[in-house]
């Protein structure tokens, strides 16, 4: 009994030992040193609207979704308003969903800050969040996904989705003119099917195909991660063995979806990706993939809504403009990105 | 597993019904073996269909003879690393317990190894570090749950939520990009024309069905059946609920490798909802929800149908959501038939008991 204890407690010790060793070694490991990228900022100049004035208080929410996009966006926010001295930015977590996010961001209304910057996870869902603000004589700046209810946000900024679908059926229908093929066979790698920007997307794609003649052959919908992009681009290329073009929607999943290029060896067609990471435009650059352009959707949007919240909450307006105050609404264009403009992009790519 | 034969009965007992007990004895197919071996037959026949859907929707694709081989590879690959988790979680099911959070521990493990200072020791690191990552918290579900008394369902909620928080945190919500070439090769490699990770997935399923089938620990894996028999059968259940839940663990740490090799990538919100991919192809492959009962074999052909259906919505241009309805009917027949069959078996006892008394 006593030798036999004995040697249990001898295996506990090296079963124990090995298991701290092995934890040791793997906590070791999440050091995770990379390069950061730098924020989208606009340094602040002297001068005219830059010049400090009244401070103001932003309060932030953005999800906290795991998505390079997103993680952008947040931290653009608070790299722009860590370069104006007269701004406290107030973030909130968002959580994983609208009814989190609504949750967070009442405790952020209850601590009345001066403008209220807000990415929502669902314009439509948050809509009465808007109002309730705007109500408490808060002003709301809604970033990229809209409100329906125009009372509900005194500014809203946002990428052109539509625009993005526009900007890469262009860019794909030209290219193919040029290259002459007949017939062309278009697949379509969507981002999460049930979001309206989705929709958007894949709206102005076909519209614009249409115009020219063209139509998506095979469309497949992923879920911005790249795991997901690999898969749905593996269906693709199972139901159409000839493609000649290919857009997907965002380029987080394109690296899941160059992946699957590579495993499955194809490379007869050309791809056009969506809103501008880094490494994309590092890809379209080096042109040694199948990747050939992308149409931006960029995160700096974060670093110029702050900019705004900023310049709504000092009621100053933009000195370009001739009017008081900031426009209302603001929509980006979508730039098409290609080897010979890449890299002047390449320090907006996140 | 359930070795209750009534053949021992009748000695005591009138010989009310001979000719059903002369009937269960009688073969085998229609014993205790032969309804998994029926079950089978079924998701075969199920498969078959689904590929003359294919066959009639898109002639064009299946007449290249070439194409369809590509295709079947391709539908194998699809199924390989939901296949391999889905042998963890057969498991943990018969066990009598549910893994809720294998899609989390994949993402953990798939960051855990693709972190820079993981990819700077190379392959070995990073294997080491997916399958050490996975095990560890497996051995954290299976002590919350056999030494801590929580149920399952919460520990593992409890753990999805954790571990996908904590692989958000490593990562810094950033995709990681695998530079490492062995990782990546582990996708796009083929050995005889046939990918390794096909081999893979084929390699843990024979380890599983051996280790199910073959072994000690496993002809005790039913223990989920009835745990107070097993304990007093002189199991060690509490022992024996922590490895299965370490067992699920170590899949997804090899599922995690996979899939990052797939994706030469991995994020805090990959394998999404992998706990219901698994957990329904173990349903649909014949494995009780109440525990007890399940095949290996039956898990594999439920993936390999569930991946069947998405190639076959791909080479359609169906959407995404016609697919998911399609995947939950098929998911509520298969809890149907085993509502059915289990309604039969509870009426067979009752009748066994009938007689003795």
């Known amino acids: ?350 | 597993m359930t070795e209750t034969t009534p053949t021992t009965l009748p000695a005591q007992s009138p010989p009310a019904d001979p000719a059903g007990t002369a009937k269960a004895r009688l073969s085998w197919w229609r014993g205790d073996g032969g309804e998994g071996a029926k079950r089978n037959l079924g998701l075969l026949a199920t498969l078959a269909v689904l590929v003359v859907i294919g066959v009639l929707t898109r002639p064009d694709l299946y007449g290249d003879a070439s194409w369809v081989w590509g295709n079947t590879l391709t539908i194998l690959k699809l199924a390989s690393v939901v296949g391999v988790v889905t042998v963890g979680m057969t498991f943990v099911i018969i066990g009598g317990g549910i893994d809720l959070s294998v899609g989390a521990i994949v993402a953990l493990a798939g960051v855990w190894c693709t972190t820079v200072a993981t990819q700077s020791y190379g392959a070995g690191g990073m294997i080491f570090s997916a399958l050490t990552v996975g095990l560890a918290v497996g051995v954290v579900n299976g002590l919350l749950i056999s030494y801590g008394r929580l149920v399952p369902f919460i520990a593992t909620l409890a753990m999805m939520v954790a571990a996908r928080g904590l692989a958000a945190e490593i990562s810094d919500k950033q995709t990681q990009v695998s530079n490492n070439q062995f990782i990546n090769g582990i996708a796009s490699t083929d050995v005889l024309g046939i990918p390794l990770l096909v081999y893979i997935l084929a390699a843990v399923v024979l380890a599983g069905w051996v280790l199910l089938n073959r072994t000690t620990f496993g002809r005790t894996v039913a223990v989920g059946g009835n745990p107070e028999a097993a304990r007093l059968a002189g199991i060690n259940v509490r022992r024996h609920t922590l490895l299965l839940y370490a067992l699920s663990g170590l899949c997804c740490g090899i599922a995690a490798i996979m899939l990052t090799a797939q994706a030469t990538s991995a994020q805090a919100a990959m394998a999404n909802l992998y706990e219901l991919d698994a957990i329904a192809a173990a349903i649909i492959g014949g494995t009780l929800l109440s525990g007890g009962r399940g095949t290996i074999i039956g898990s594999l052909l439920g993936v390999v149908i569930f991946s069947t259906i998405t190639n076959l919505f791909a080479i359609n241009g169906l959407s995404t959501e016609a697919q998911n309805m399609v995947k939950g009917g098929i998911i509520v027949a298969a809890v149907l038939v085993q509502q059915v069959q289990f309604g039969s078996l509870t009426q067979f006892l009752a009748r066994n008991r009938a007689t003795t008394t």
């Open chain 1, 1 to 350: 009994m006593t030798t036999q204890g004995r040697d249990l407690s001898r295996r506990r010790l090296l079963f124990g030992g090995a298991a701290l060793g092995a934890g040791a070694l793997l906590a070791g490991c999440t050091s995770n040193e990379q390069a950061p990228t730098a924020a989208q900022t606009k340094a602040a100049a002297t001068g005219g609207n830059n010049e400090p004035g009244k401070k103001v208080t932003i309060g932030f929410s953005a999800p906290a979704a795991d998505h390079g996009w997103i993680a952008a966006i947040t931290n653009n926010a608070k790299a722009q308003a860590g370069a104006y001295p007269d701004v406290e930015l107030k973030s909130v977590e968002a959580g994983a969903d609208a009814a989190a996010q609504r949750a967070a961001l009442s405790t952020l209304l209850s601590q009345k800050p001066d403008v209220i910057v807000l990415l929502p996870h669902d314009g439509k869902e948050l809509n009465a969040f808007g109002l309730e603000a705007m109500k408490a004589g808060i002003p709301v700046v809604n970033l990229d996904r809209a409100f329906p209810d125009a009372k509900a946000y005194r500014l809203q900024i946002k990428g052109d989705n539509y625009g993005m679908g526009v900007a890469a059926a262009t860019f794909i229908a030209e290219q193919l003119k040029a290259k002459g093929v007949s017939n062309p066979v278009i697949g379509e790698i969507a981002g999460i099917d049930s979001l309206e920007l989705t929709q958007e997307r894949s709206k102005g794609f076909a519209d614009t195909l249409a115009q020219y003649g063209l139509k998506v052959a095979n469309r497949r919908a992923a879920e911005f991660t790249a795991d997901s992009g690999q898969q749905a681009a593996t269906g693709l290329f199972q139901a159409l063995p000839r493609i000649d073009a290919v857009w997907n929607h965002d380029d987080d999943q394109g690296i899941g979806v160059l992946a699957a290029v590579n495993q499955a060896n194809r490379k007869e067609f050309l791809m056009v990706g969506g809103a501008g990471s880094k490494k994309a435009m590092e890809d379209i650059k080096a042109d040694n993939t199948v990747l050939k352009a992308t149409v931006t959707y960029s995160p700096s949007m974060a670093s110029s809504a702050i900019s705004l919240a900023r310049l709504i909450g000092q009621g100053k307006g933009m000195s370009d403009l001739v009017e008081l105050q900031v426009p209302k609404e603001i929509v980006l264009a979508s730039e098409t990105i290609t080897k010979e403009n890449a890299s002047d992009y390449l320090k907006l790519g996140f």
